[in-house]
């Protein structure tokens, strides 16, 4: 019998992933927004005020998550670290400054990799994978993932299952996110630097989950919920949070599993889809050039 990615009489599975970038989602567009005291402090509510709420979401629901740290914020604030691992959940790695890898060189890629692997490292915390900042992985990001021997990505968005991603280092898992379960879309807001325009209701918000979960319960997906604390750790959206995590629940048939325990079970399902990278090659002078 094939291993199975999802455990017997569950139709879907959740992975609940926290994206503390704190500063780093607004230094990477540019480091000029370190003088802006309002900026900075908005973001600074995602470790300061966030986390510590969504932890204690998560302890009194029983549910596992995957916090994915740069490693700028893991350095600079090593007792949160410690926090998320006391409290039983998973920490990744997610980049060092958040600075996009399709901005880098492959060598500047490789650089920012090993040295937030180096933080992890020194504050003694095992990382199992790997996001890309703002998800902008480049065609060798999954040959660094493997290369460094961790066991997954989650930046790749072909799929709404796990599949697997053959490299010239071997083999990960990647575990797809997707835009619309990301609160980004749904509350980013910031007048420096401009993103986001529009703070949605966060019932409307559940509502949109909810029935993203109804339908990957039907077609036994993956629902990645990518979150940010400065974002959701506001108090209306935390509840919302909340209300997501027991509607899961009420069913019975979803599984609530960290991103490393799926990706466990997942490298063992031979049934998973294997899709190679393949950068499309482009005709000369047949698109815009940058």
């Not at 470790?47 to 302890?59: A, F, N, S, T, Y």
């Not at 027991?246 to 325990?261: A, I, K, P």
Request: with cysteine; charged share 20%; net charge negative.
């Amino acid at each position: 019998m094939t291993a199975s990615w999802l455990g017997p009489g569950k139709a879907a599975a959740m992975a609940l992933t926290f994206d503390v970038d704190a500063e780093t989602g607004v230094l990477s567009m540019g480091e000029k927004y370190s003088r802006h005291a309002m900026t900075m402090t908005h973001q600074a509510f995602g470790p300061d005020v966030g986390v510590p709420r969504i932890l204690g979401i998560l302890r009194e629901l029983g549910v596992p998550a995957t916090f994915f740290f740069p490693g700028w914020v893991a350095e600079r604030r090593p007792n949160l670290v410690a926090q998320v691992v006391e409290a039983g959940h998973e920490v990744a790695h997610h980049s060092y400054s958040h600075v996009p890898a399709t901005s880098m060189t492959f060598a500047e890629e490789r650089n920012d990799f090993e040295r937030a692997l180096e933080v992890f490292r020194k504050q003694d915390v095992p990382v199992y994978g790997h996001r890309a900042g703002l998800w902008e992985a480049s065609w060798q990001t999954a040959s660094l993932v493997a290369e460094y021997g961790l066991a997954y990505d989650s930046s790749m968005m072909n799929d709404d299952r796990p599949y697997h991603v053959p490299t010239d280092k071997g083999g990960v898992v990647e575990l797809p996110p997707h835009w619309s379960l990301d609160d980004w879309e749904q509350y980013a807001f910031l007048p420096a630097p401009q993103i986001g325009s529009i703070m949605e209701d966060p019932q409307k918000v559940l509502s949109m989950w909810k029935y993203e979960l109804d339908a990957m319960r039907r077609y036994n997906s993956l629902f990645m919920l990518t979150n940010h604390p400065f974002l959701t750790g506001r108090p209306g959206r935390a509840e919302a949070l909340r209300s997501l995590i027991e509607y899961g629940q009420s069913h019975g048939d979803v599984e609530f599993l960290t991103c490393r325990e799926i990706a466990e079970r997942a490298k063992a399902d031979t049934s998973l889809a294997t899709r190679p990278l393949e950068q499309p090659e482009i005709e000369p002078g047949l698109f815009p050039s940058e």
